[in-house]
Antibody, heavy 120, light 108 residues
Framework: QVQLVQSGAEVKKPGSSMTVSCKAY????????FNWVRQAPGQGLEWMGG????????NYAPEFQDRVAFTTDSSTNTTYMELSSLRSDDTAFYYC?????????????WGQGTLVAVSS | SSELTQDPAVSVALGQTVRITCQGD??????ANWYRQKPGQAPVLVMY???MRPSGIPDRFSGSSSENTASLTITGPQAEDEADYYC???????????FGGGTKLTVL
């Protein structure tokens, strides 16, 4: 079983950027597909996009396409999500998800979540 | 289509059977995946593809699909099954992932 461990909670200013990391333990990192899902307080799940390591393909939810970036670092088995031009409504838990292979879904493994609060 | 619709809340008595549904045009083409989220925890995959259960998910959970509706059925739910359940699938293009709004399951 693969374990995903995310970076810790952050507080950000409006207009700034944030980066959340997600380190994978177990399995073969280069074969993994990672997706990012966020959840505003008391709200439902929202898919942001993902990266398929085997092909390098990135998929983006239209709402985030212009200000999100997904990267991977196979030397540290870590994947990253950067979100720019932060607004107060970006305050949410951000979850890293993963699976083996080149398909985008389902989301087999989940990180513990990272709370990012955007406030002036 | 870009929407998956779930009932906001469902309740069931201990030992009965409950069906949680998810509707959307893209379900005619793509299978639904189901996630369970308990308060303060990350979601967990409980059903995927055509009625496939991940390791560790009890066999009281089953999935089905017909036309534009996918269902997650819990036969004889336990108290620990009380949680929010989210369906997920692709949009009609297959390139995007959608989530339903979630169903809060209460076990009475």
């Amino acid at each position: 079983q693969v374990q995903l461990v995310q970076s810790g909670a952050e507080v950000k200013k409006p207009g700034s950027s944030m980066t959340v990391s997600c380190k994978a333990y177990g399995g073969i990192f280069s074969t993994f597909t990672f997706n990012w899902v966020r959840q505003a307080p008391g709200q439902g799940l929202e898919w942001m996009g993902g990266i398929i390591s085997l092909s390098g393909t990135r998929n983006y939810a239209p709402e985030f396409q212009d200000r999100v970036a997904f990267t991977t670092d196979s030397s540290t088995n870590t994947t990253y999500m950067e979100l720019s031009s932060l607004r107060s409504d970006d305050t949410a838990f951000y979850y890293c998800t993963g699976r083996a292979g080149r398909y985008l879904t389902p989301f087999d493994w989940w990180g513990q979540g990272t709370l990012v609060a955007v406030s002036s | 289509s870009s929407e998956l619709t779930q009932d906001p809340a469902v309740s069931v008595a201990l030992g009965q059977t409950v069906r949680i549904t998810c509707q959307g045009d893209s379900l005619r083409r793509f299978s639904a995946n189901w996630y369970r989220q308990k308060p303060g925890q990350a979601p967990v995959l409980v059903m995927y593809g055509k009625n496939m259960r991940p390791s560790g998910i009890p066999d009281r959970f089953s999935g089905s699909s017909s036309e534009n509706t996918a269902s997650l059925t819990i036969t004889g739910p336990q108290a620990e099954d009380e949680a929010d359940y989210y369906c997920s699938s692709r949009d009609s293009s297959g390139n995007l992932v959608l989530f339903g709004g979630g169903t809060k399951l209460t076990v009475l």
